[in-house]
């Protein structure tokens, strides 16, 4: 079995920044890619930022130049800075991790909220 934990989320004006973290634990052999994805209420989840093993990153065009995404390969972490956050940046966050042998798993949530 495999867990993933997020920490960090919170409440923030706008233009704030925050620091989400997520842990990776249990029988991990290796993991490929880790990210986050993102939920607002009344809307689809949508992937924030992806990290590959080797260092190679991607954003949504809507976090482009805000975030920044990270891992720690030893410590099977991965962050995100989000920087100049806004008020459409809140939702529920969600780390994800592809592992090898166990596959896709979801962190189970830390809520991030921007006011205006």
């Known amino acids: 079995q495999v867990h993933l934990v997020e920490s960090g989320g919170g409440l923030v004006q706008a233009g704030g920044s925050l620091r989400l973290s997520c842990s990776a634990s249990?029988?991990?052999?290796?993991?490929?890619?880790m990210g986050w994805y993102r939920q607002a209420p009344g809307n689809q989840r949508e992937s924030v930022a992806r990290?590959?093993?080797?260092?190679?990153?991607h954003y949504a065009d809507s976090v482009k130049g805000r975030f920044t995404v990270s891992r720690d390969n030893a410590k099977n972490t991965v962050s995100l800075q989000m920087n100049n956050l806004k008020p459409e940046d809140t939702a529920v966050y969600y780390c994800?991790?592809?592992?090898?042998?166990?596959?896709?798993?979801w962190g189970q949530g830390t809520q991030v909220t921007v006011s205006s």
């Open positions: 990290i590959t093993n080797d260092g190679s990153t």
């Open positions: 994800t991790a592809n592992l090898e042998y166990w596959g896709h798993y």
């Open positions: 249990g029988s991990i052999i290796n993991i490929y890619d």
